[in-house]
């Protein structure tokens, strides 16, 4: 079954950056697109970043200039580098595997960013 683990979060202050990491196993990795959402207290889950089996990518507006992400095919992980934070970024990251119809999530990591 597929399973994807979430890793890198933590605190850290504003201005400051983290890399967050997805591994993935049971799945054919190369094919899917890889995705990353957060989710903050009282918020609905919201698409932050997304990469494609070809290698496109699409982040979100408030991360451009900010956020990247990238994908090593060859051992299965998603990566989300995250520079110049903000309070407002603060939220739970999931990591998102998409294929055709179907989709998968990770448990989460936390993003605290506070002084």
């Known amino acids: 079954q597929v399973q994807l683990v979430e890793s890198g979060g933590g605190l850290v202050q504003p201005g400051g950056s983290l890399r967050l990491s997805c591994a993935a196993s049971?799945?054919?990795?190369?094919?899917?697109?890889m995705g990353w959402y957060r989710q903050a207290p009282g918020k609905q889950r919201e698409l932050v970043a997304t990469?494609?089996?070809?290698?496109?990518?699409r982040v979100i507006d408030s991360g451009k200039g900010r956020f990247s992400i990238s994908r090593d095919n060859a051992k299965k992980l998603t990566y989300l580098q995250m520079n110049s934070l903000k309070p407002e970024d603060t939220a739970v990251y999931y990591c998102?595997?998409?294929?055709?119809?179907?989709?998968?999530w990770g448990q989460g990591t936390q993003v605290t960013v506070s002084s």
């Open positions: 998102n595997a998409a294929y055709g119809s179907g989709s998968s």
């Open positions: 049971g799945i054919i990795f190369s094919i899917y697109t």
């Open positions: 990469i494609t089996s070809g290698g496109s990518t």
